[in-house]
Nanobody
Framework: QVHLVESGGGLVQVGGSLKLSCAASARTFSTYGMGWFRQNPGKEREFVAAISWSGDSTYYADSVKGRSTISRDNAKNTVYLQMNSLKPEDTAVYYC????????????????WGQGTQVTVSS
C-alpha cells in the first residue's frame, strides 16, 4: 500500500511558477514509477509527466513540455513537478500517482493516487 500526499498548489498569475510536491509513504518508493496527472470538472484525467524508478527517464505531455520538470528524491520519498510559464489552461486539480511499472504515461497503469492539489492560473 502506498499513501500519497500532494502539496504546493495554489493561485498564481499567468507566467508564474509553482512547484508541486508529493510525499509517499512507501518504504520501497524507489521501486515505483511516479506520475503527475491533472483533471478539470467534467473532463478526463490528463497525463502531465512521469518519471522512472531511478529518475533517469522522464516523459512529458506536449502541453507542458519545455515548461515543466519532474524530478524525484528517493531518499526523501518525494516526487516534484516544477511548472513554469503557467497558462490559464494549466488550471486543474493535479494528482500524483504511483505505478509498479518502470514508468508509464497511462493512468490505467497507476495503482495509487493522492487526493490532489488545486492549481489555478489567473489572467
Amino acid at each position: 500500500q502506498v499513501h500519497l500526499v500532494e502539496s504546493g498548489g495554489g493561485l498564481v498569475q499567468v507566467g508564474g511558477s509553482l512547484k508541486l510536491s508529493c510525499a509517499a509513504s512507501a518504504r520501497t518508493f524507489s521501486t515505483y514509477g511516479m506520475g503527475w496527472f491533472r483533471q478539470n470538472p467534467g473532463k478526463e484525467r490528463e497525463f502531465v509527466a512521469a518519471i522512472s524508478w531511478s529518475g533517469d527517464s522522464t516523459y512529458y505531455a506536449d502541453s507542458v513540455k519545455g515548461r515543466s520538470t519532474i524530478s524525484r528524491d528517493n531518499a526523501k520519498n518525494t516526487v516534484y513537478l516544477q511548472m513554469n510559464s503557467l497558462k490559464p489552461e494549466d488550471t486543474a486539480v493535479y494528482y500524483c500517482a504511483a505505478t509498479r511499472y518502470y514508468s508509464s504515461i497511462s493512468s490505467s497503469n497507476y495503482n495509487y493516487w493522492g487526493q490532489g492539489t488545486q492549481v489555478t492560473v489567473s489572467s
